[in-house]
């Protein structure tokens, strides 16, 4: 058997095999690795082709003299940078010039046997010496170029990233401060005049009471762009675009635009309309759908009186800004927008861009430059949703500052996109087709995940200077305090699920992780945002080393710390460099975890693989919360007589959540978050993994709008035990 097919999986990451979660090794299979070479675009099929991919990918390293782009951290000083040349070129004179992105260029000349020598290699016949070119100075950390050019003009060029130390923390926390947060989800947010889901401006009033009683946070679920023309793809963890804002959430009335339309008034005011309006918020779940039948005819109406009144003024300029600002990506996205609606309008199948015409499938398509042009105020229309969104979260986050939070937004970013959305389409030479991502089988998810999300393809992002990850990275970092990093790993390695098989049945796939952890802590002190990586699950050898060393906060979940025998660690034994929380959106709130709620539905929705299964983690369950009551009775916050099996009393529940809370205070972790669910003593989960539409995913609402919130008795005492936090 040839060792073509398993060496290249391992030249580009493709790892041999893991430990699931019952102990065994689960050896990666040689169909799995032909389905992964393939959607990463090498020939595969059989052991010849594989042969000739291994040599092309490896002549093709070898061909050229600088790598697509080097990352170097700013504490090991003068950069080395790796230069390979031919060797009947060693005593040429090559001219480098290294230009800073401020504008100052540095240069000089060198040669080839002057070098040190790395390592002897051959390609095509040619041997080639791989040597260490020192430059003699480093430049600020930031992204710079440096090119190199012989008399003859061969030339290459490489981008230097250069990281700084550690990601970026605020002067509060530097200071030896911890701070605390409200954890809510946009949705969710009920206000007396929002249009059937949480927006922008209910977060704003949320945001603003929050920083008067202390807070230092306030986290959300994912900003990420979903899909106006389906609106019933509503997971903010399953995105169009993690660089672009989700309008759905757009505060119609609180358009400057909205104000001077008379006709976008006139359909407001419509008896039918403000019907549908009042059914829309009186509903538990959102109705999506609902929502956008009513949001967009108005927002096409303000977007009119907008080109009408102002395109050639001052707002138009703004407006000319802002698209100058996110440049060809913005108007990509805002094509993509428009033909999406385009071709969904001829054929209710045409979602995907894969199944558009020829000529509309690639960017650069001949069909997509003619459609622009022709339907550029549609095309603008998107645009300008974008550019009322950024405002809106602009308006947040300066709503933090004035009230005075040392982080304010928390903002989360996914570990993937829709495959079939305007991210895929944008970047699809640096994403992988058909093979998705997921987790392999965990207390979580015992049966694996499948998250039908697509993941950027490693070493299409190497050659390419990994811009579409910076992109992503700033863009979620952009009126922002803090960054969430869902499923941080993503860094390191990705667990990846071949196409049509079961999510036990796939493989990890490794990233260049040095130097993506360079990067998150590039962006993180150029917009001074805090990174939280989220580390649960399945972690790799060396990871916390990486996070932790790049100045990046883990993750502790309260329902996860446990010591020997199950039993809840003490606060002592918390990490200083972490986010504590009790639980998160995937898991039940307190009150859901006491009652065992998560059990119930996994059972009823039939998501446990084994039988049996169900009846084990219940029992578990009445064990840990005995652990639970032990644990905060051994701290001294609750009395001998807490009853530890039961339905609790709305006071007892009141009494738990103060001790969960006031113990997860004594920690040393540096910032707190509290789940408004816990603050109402509600039994919520606004995600079941593993399910669809089996769960109420991402369409639950709070009981109260965010006016009774701020002023709830309950949000009232939690500030209060959480004082503490506020000075260092």
């Known amino acids: 058997m040839s060792e073509a097919l398993p060496q290249l999986a391992r030249l580009v990451g493709i790892e041999d095999g893991w430990w699931d979660f019952f102990g065994n090794f689960r050896h990666v299979s040689d169909e799995t690795r032909r389905a992964f070479l393939g959607a990463m675009g090498f020939a595969v099929a059989d ?29 090991d000083g003068a950069p080395i940078i790796p230069i390979r040349l031919p060797a009947n070129r060693e005593n040429d004179d090559i001219h480098w010039v290294l230009d800073e992105e401020i504008g100052v260029a540095h240069e000089g000349w060198f040669r ?35 090119r ?37 989800q946009i949705y969710a947010l009920r206000r007396g005049r929002d249009w059937g889901v949480g927006d922008y401006s209910g977060l704003r009033h949320v945001a603003e009471c929050l920083g008067h009683l202390g807070a230092g946070a306030v986290g959300i679920n994912p900003l990420h762009a979903l899909f106006p023309s389906r609106p019933q793809r509503y997971s903010p963890y399953s995105a169009s675009s993690r660089t672009f804002l ?192 997921g987790a392999p089988p965990d207390a979580l998810a015992p049966g694996g995940q499948d998250w039908g999300l697509t993941p950027f393809n490693p070493v299409a992002l190497y050659e390419c200077g990994y811009r579409p990850f910076i992109e992503m990275i700033r863009a979620n970092m952009r009126h922002a305090g803090a960054l969430r990093l869902d499923h941080a790993m993503q860094l390191q390695r990705l667990y990846w699920v071949p196409p049509g098989a079961a999510a036990d049945q796939g493989a990890y796939v490794r990233m260049p992780a040095r130097d993506l952890f360079g990067i998150v802590a590039l962006e993180s002190t150029r917009n001074r945002c805090v990174v939280i990586g ?35 660690k003490p606060p002592a034994e918390y990490t200083e460099q972490a986010l504590v929380a009790f639980g998160t959106h ?83 972790s540096r910032i707190l978050m509290v789940q408004v669910e816990d603050v109402l003593g509600l039994a919520m989960q606004f995600n079941l993994p593993g399910t669809t539409d089996q769960h109420p995913n991402w369409r639950r609402r709070y009981p109260v709008d965010v006016e009774s919130f701020c002023h709830h008795p309950r949000l009232l005492q939690t500030a209060r035990l959480l004082e503490a936090r506020r000075s260092p």
């Open 47 to 75: 052991d010849a082709a594989a042969a000739h991919s291994l040599e092309e990918l490896q002549a093709r390293r070898l061909r050229r003299w600088l790598e697509p782009a080097v990352v170097v951290h700013e504490q």
């Open 112 to 146: 080839g046997i002057d070098l040190p020598l790395i390592a002897e290699e051959w390609a095509e016949g040619r041997q080639l010496r791989r040597c260490g070119l020192r430059l003699p100075i480093l430049p600020p950390p930031g992204y710079h170029r440096l």
């Open 148 to 184: 190199v050019s012989t008399h003859d003009r061969a030339e290459a060029e490489t981008m230097l990233i250069v990281a700084p130390p550690r990601a970026y923390s605020p002067e509060h926390i530097r200071r030896g401060g911890r701070l605390w947060g409200v954890q809510t």
């Open 246 to 437: 989700n309008v759905a959430y757009l505060d119609v009335e609180a358009i400057p635009d909205f104000t001077e339309c008379a006709e976008a008034h006139r359909m407001a005011a419509a008896p039918e309309f403000q019907q549908a309006l009042v059914a829309l918020r009186r509903q538990d779940l959102v109705d999506y759908p609902g929502v956008a039948r009513c949001k967009m005819p108005v927002l096409e109406a303000v977007y009119a009186e907008f080109r009408k009144r102002h395109i050639d003024g001052d707002r138009g300029n703004a407006f000319r800004r802002y698209q100058a600002e996110s440049g060809r990506a913005g108007e990509l996205f805002a094509t993509f927008e428009a033909l999406q609606e385009h071709f969904l309008n001829q054929d209710p199948h045409l979602g995907c861009w894969r199944h558009w015409p020829e000529g509309f499938r690639q960017p650069d398509g001949a069909g997509v430059q003619d459609f622009a042009l022709r339907h550029r105020e549609r095309v603008e229309f998107f645009w300008y949703l974008q550019w009322q969104a950024d405002a809106q979260v602009a308006s947040v986050q300066s709503t933090c500052d004035a009230a005075g939070m040392p982080i304010g937004l928390y903002r989360d970013v996914g570990v993937g996109i829709a495959d079939d959305g305007g991210e895929s389409w944008i970047n699809q030479c640096e994403l992988v087709r058909g093979v998705t991502i």
């Open 534 to 568: 989220e580390d649960l699950g399945t972690v790799p050898e060396g990871f916390h080393e990486l996070l932790y060393g790049s100045g990046l906060y883990g993750y502790r979940l309260f329902v996860f710390e446990r010591g020997d025998g199950g039993v809840f």
């Open 586 to 668: 995937d898991l039940p709130s307190l009150a859901g975890y006491w009652r065992g709620t998560d059990v119930a539905e996994r059972k009823r929705l039939a998501l446990y693989p084994r039988l049996g299964m169900d009846e084990d983690e219940a029992k578990a369950r009445i064990l840990d919360r005995h652990k639970l009551i032990e644990a905060l009775q051994g701290a001294g916050l609750l009395g001998g007589d807490f009853p530890q099996d039961g339905d609790l009393s709305a006071e007892q529940m009141e009494w738990l959540v103060d001790a969960v809370h006031t113990y997860l205070n004594r920690t040393g």
